[in-house]
């Protein structure tokens, strides 16, 4: 590589060995940022983002060699396409800003992060994707260590979440459940999916789309499926903490460390073609354990919840 | 243990919080995708208003609710704590009624602390509950949640007995218009208006209630003259409002005020039975009552379990009472009115005043808040302060209102060292004006036996500070020429102790079936010492040698031990078929002092009932129609007459609906099979039927 490296390589012992290679530590976090050149893409004024560049920050802070990052607001990068497309790795943050870079055809290697599955479709080998979205085989697994007896599940699922439909059937098939899909296409239609829980299995799990579960239709959801007591499986923390009895999820600082973990992968492998997307791989469950107490449910902590969904997701 | 979110039906319980419209508020930059997985939303079922598993509380409890309160046919709110079990409820006149938790209690219900919305309402001046003044209608109640035994922990002072608390429905709940008429026997007359509605992020209602009724019928006894016709009627008119405001994401007020009044009869139109009510002594009059309050909750929810609230009420006490009585030379049958200055030196024939004009207030400030600590351990800890004001004249022989200002602080940890254990360890710390300090532990072992089923062991001490009117009592008729004291009748040396009681439980409880129905099975032993008494003082000094050496003490003098079995079930077999019981049986040591100067007593067990059983049946035929069928059963219980009774109650319905809305049309009977005294012999419970038609809009 270089001629610190060799140097290294070749004195095993001595004083000046030392300081040869005490030199050389000095200059290593120089020698990633001459090779790589990695911009991350974000819109500063969201605090989604913010909060994805403090995990980002926090996991590249422990890399070895370090990876020198910098840091592009989105409403500056529209002038910056030629700096863009000289990155070795860009890294955006969103739906909007890879669509962004898509449209001013930035030609860089890039890695757009919190974006929806549906997104990903279309773009170039250059493109990889993180998923903003729980993998569905993870989210049946939860369902199944949490609530072993359960046999039936009733999934609630919006037009954005359509797409998911027939990896979810399969999720549901190795998990050994009988799953019901139920189509909401606005919050009216929350009362069906309900009504379908009730019929069989009384667990429904709904899939993010905030037009239809939203602040005002959340209270609707929460409380029907309480008075029926139904176990309302959700796909945030936010909608635990509203009243869901339970969800697998990715805080965006997780988010930030997964993506920081994969420029780390993609750098160091020197890949011409990224990898496809890929979901989450650094989640948490959350357990609305007053909730379970009220509902009568024996749930385990957090922290097995965990284990046992890598486990079943064949993680471990 | 969370009590005061207490309930032990799924369906029912949960508050509706209004939403504002649209999106989440907490970050307009969100993208729509990153909205619907990371934006805030609004907490819906909270610590306080889930229902507490029946398996982990550390107390027996009944819950009463809606579905109950409508099959009930009740037409005012003691009658229905007696679906509690253990409950027993008894009736001083057509406007007052006592409710008692195994007997320990009188016509003023001391020993329960009552509270609406948690909003204590027992009386500062006598620690009762004036239930025919409370400013509430049933039709906006949502739940009674009855927590059997003592619970100062929890829910502070007078929580000696038992804890009433009545939690009325969320504004949210009761939007559009309502009405209710009923009309029965006893010239029963009420109306009921109700308006809901939503302004922005407020939720509100106004309710407005007017009542009356001509109290019990007029009783003849054989070989009496006259027939004792006791003037209990009473007219009510009430306005309450309660407002529902979701001030952010997770910040809630509750706003509450309302307002009581009306006429209330008090003594004797004739007396016809031996002379221990004297239409002489207590002539027919009005008093007149005025009751208002106001209350301030702020809520701020930090997780489905964190939550902080903040109590601010006033309450307000007006009784206007005093009455004049028939000339001394009447009530002593003297054949010459000179002849009063020879009996009483100095004094004139003249009628006596009786002054009970009571005025009260309340200002009390609570602090709670619930946390997770950590996966095992969970903690509720806050702080009280109250301040008391009752001015009685007439009551305590001063001018000058007397105060007692009380401070609490609390806390409660609930703690599951292993998974089929949970330790519920709480104290409290008070202090108030009459008493000084006192210290209430509270300690609580479940252990679950299988996936539905629970036993307990608790050990409780409470303590009940004497009220104003046991510790500063100076109650007296007067000469109505001068004001002047003529015959003391109540008089306490002050100086008293609290009440204490211990209590201990061993109980069983669990789910049946699919979960609707449950069980709760305890035997208990409760110890009460120092017990405030109030004996006639046989030897008690009177300002003139002819009057009757006597009057009413107030005296920590008794001690009693209760102990017994309890059982309260509920059945749903379906969403059509709602059973209820309740049944106790005490066995009770200690005397009660009837006397002093000499001492004389008579055996507790003559005031608490052996047995006391309830049982409630409630069906939907379908179409509309349901029926329900009530018994209650008390067993001997003396006060001034030694007998049991066992009532029926009938309730037919229809729901209907119309355009625009829905009704119910009701027809209830009460005391269906009998007629009977209970309390007082004066006071005859005869089968009365009641209608009522109800229209929402």
Not at chain 2, 374 to 390: P, T
Request: proline share 5%; net charge negative; with cysteine.
């Amino acid at each position: 590589m270089d001629v610190g490296n060799n140097r290294r390589m070749h004195c095993l012992a001595g004083i000046a060995c030392l300081r040869w290679a005490f030199v050389s530590l000095l200059f290593a976090p120089l020698l990633p940022a001459m090779a790589a050149g990695v911009v991350v893409v974000t819109d500063e004024g969201n605090t989604v983002h913010q909060r994805f560049v403090t995990g980002f920050e926090q996991q590249i802070r422990g890399f070895r060699p370090a990876l020198a990052v910098r840091y592009l607001s989105s409403a500056t990068a529209g002038n910056a396409r030629e700096s863009l497309s000289e990155a070795s790795l860009v890294v955006t943050v969103g739906d909007g800003i890879a669509r962004q870079l898509r449209e001013q055809g930035v030609a860089a290697p890039t890695i757009n992060a919190l974006v929806s599955k549906v997104e990903r479709d279309g773009a170039s080998n250059h493109v990889s994707s993180l998923y903003i979205d729980q993998p569905p085989l993870r989210m049946v697994s939860l369902v199944k260590v949490a609530l072993p007896d359960v046999s039936a599940l009733t999934i609630g699922m919006g037009e954005s979440t359509r797409h998911m439909a027939l990896e979810i059937e399969a999720a549901c098939k190795q998990m050994r459940l009988v799953c019901e899909t139920v189509l909401m296409r606005d919050s009216t239609e929350i009362e069906s999916a309900l009504e379908q829980a009730a019929l069989s299995g009384r667990v429904l799990m709904v899939l993010p789309d905030p037009l239809v579960i939203n602040a005002a239709t959340a209270k609707a959801l929460i409380l029907g499926a309480y008075m029926r007591g139904i176990a309302l499986v959700g796909y945030s923390q936010a909608l635990v903490k509203a009243g869901a009895l339970m969800a697998v999820h990715s805080t965006p600082e997780q988010l930030g460390m997964d993506a920081a973990n994969v420029v780390r992968e993609s750098v160091a492998a020197r890949q011409a073609n990224l990898p496809d997307g890929r979901y989450p791989g650094i989640f948490s469950v959350s357990v609305n354990y007053q909730l379970a107490r009220a509902l009568r449910l024996d749930m385990r902590s957090e922290a097995i919840l965990e284990q046992l969904v890598r486990r079943a997701e064949g993680n471990e | 243990m969370f009590l005061r979110s207490v309930s032990a039906r799924v369906t029912g319980v949960a508050v509706l919080l209004s939403l504002g419209p649209g999106m989440a508020q907490a970050d307009e930059s969100m993208a729509l995708g990153e909205q619907g997985l990371f934006g805030d939303l609004p907490v819906v079922l909270t610590v306080t208003r889930l229902p507490q598993n029946i398996l982990e509380v550390p107390a027996s409890m009944t819950v009463i609710d809606r579905r109950m309160i409508e099959a009930s046919g009740a037409i005012d709110i003691p009658d229905l704590l007696r679906l509690a079990a253990g409950f027993q409820i008894a009736h001083a006149g057509g406007n007052r009624t006592s409710v008692t938790y195994h007997g320990m209690s009188d016509e003023f219900s001391r020993r329960i602390q009552v509270l609406v919305d948690g909003r204590s309402i027992y009386m500062p001046a006598n620690g009762g509950v004036d239930w025919a003044d409370i400013p509430l209608a049933m039709e906006d109640i949502d739940r009674i949640e009855v927590l059997r035994g003592p619970n100062g922990v929890a829910f502070g002072a007078n929580s000696f007995m038992g804890v009433v608390n009545i939690i009325t429905r969320h504004a949210g709940e009761t939007r559009g218009t309502f009405a209710k008429l009923v009309g029965g026997d006893g010239n029963y007359r009420r109306a009921v208006v109700r308006q809901g509605a939503r302004l922005g992020d407020l939720d509100f209602r106004f309710t407005l209630e007017h009542q009356r009724d001509d109290g019990f019928d007029d009783v003849t006894f054989p070989g009496k003259p006259r027939p004792y016709s006791i003037k209990d009627d009473k007219e009510s008119t009430r306005l309450s409002f309660r407002g529902d405001y979701r001030a952010g994401v997770n910040d809630y007020v509750n706003l509450g005020f309302g307002l009581n009044q009306g006429p209330r009869g008090q003594g004797y139109l004739s007396s016809g039975s031996d002379g221990n009510f004297d239409v002489d002594l207590e002539p027919a009059f009005d008093a007149y009552n005025r009751r208002h309050f106001q209350q301030v909750k702020w809520r701020r929810i930090l997780s489905s379990e964190d939550e902080i609230q903040l109590n601010i009420y006033h309450n307000y006490t007006d009784t206007q009472a005093a009455y004049l009585t028939a000339p001394i030379s009447e009530i002593l049958d003297l054949p010459d009115p000179a002849l009063v200055p020879l009996i009483f030196p100095g004094v004139t024939d003249q009628p006596l005043f009786v002054q009970q004009h009571i005025k009260a207030e309340r200002f009390d400030i609570e602090l709670e808040h619930r946390l997770r600590i950590n996966e095992a351990l969970r903690l509720v800890w806050g702080g009280e302060a109250r301040y008391d004001e009752v001015q009685a004249e007439g009551y305590l022989g001063q001018e000058d209102p007397i105060i007692n200002r009380l401070y609490r602080g609390f806390a409660h940890s609930e703690w599951r060292f292993a998974p089929a254990w949970l330790l519920n360890a709480g104290a409290m710390v008070e202090h108030n004006d009459i008493v000084g300090m006192n210290f209430s532990p509270r300690l609580a072992l479940n252990r679950r036996l299988a996936p539905r089923h629970a036993m307990r062991l608790s050990y409780t001490r409470a303590y009940r500070t004497p009220v104003i009117l046991e510790e500063y009592a100076d109650y007296a008729q007067q000469l109505s020429s001068d004001g002047s004291v003529f015959n003391p009748l109540w008089k306490s040396s002050g100086g008293l102790d609290p009440e204490r009681i211990d209590a201990y439980e061993f109980g069983f409880m669990g789910y049946l079936g699919d979960s609707r129905s449950q069980y709760d099975l305890k035997v208990f032993r409760e110890e009460i010492r120092d017990m405030v008494s109030y004996p006639t003082d046989l030897n008690f000094p009177k300002p003139y040698a002819n009057l009757p050496p006597e009057a009413l003490v107030f005296e920590n003098i008794d001690q009693v031990r209760l102990q017994g079995y309890e059982l309260q079930l509920k059945l749903e077999a379906d969403r059509d078929t709602m059973l209820s019981l309740g049944f106790s049986r005490v066995e009770s040591e200690g005397t009660v002092t009837i006397t002093v100067n000499p001492v004389s007593t008579r055996s507790i067990s003559q005031y608490v009932p052996n047995y006391t059983a309830s049982f409630l049946l409630d069906h939907h035929f379908g179409a509309g129609w349901s029926g329900s069928m009530a018994l209650y059963h008390t067993d001997h219980q003396k006060f001034w007459h030694d007998t049991a009774v066992t009532t029926m109650d009938l309730r037919m319905a229809k729901r209907f609906a119309y355009a625009g809305g829905e009704g119910t049309f009701a027809v209830s009977a009460h005391n269906v099979n009998n007629s009977h005294f209970d309390y007082q012999d004066e006071y005859l419970i005869e089968p009365r039927v009641y209608a009522s038609l109800e229209l929402g809009f």
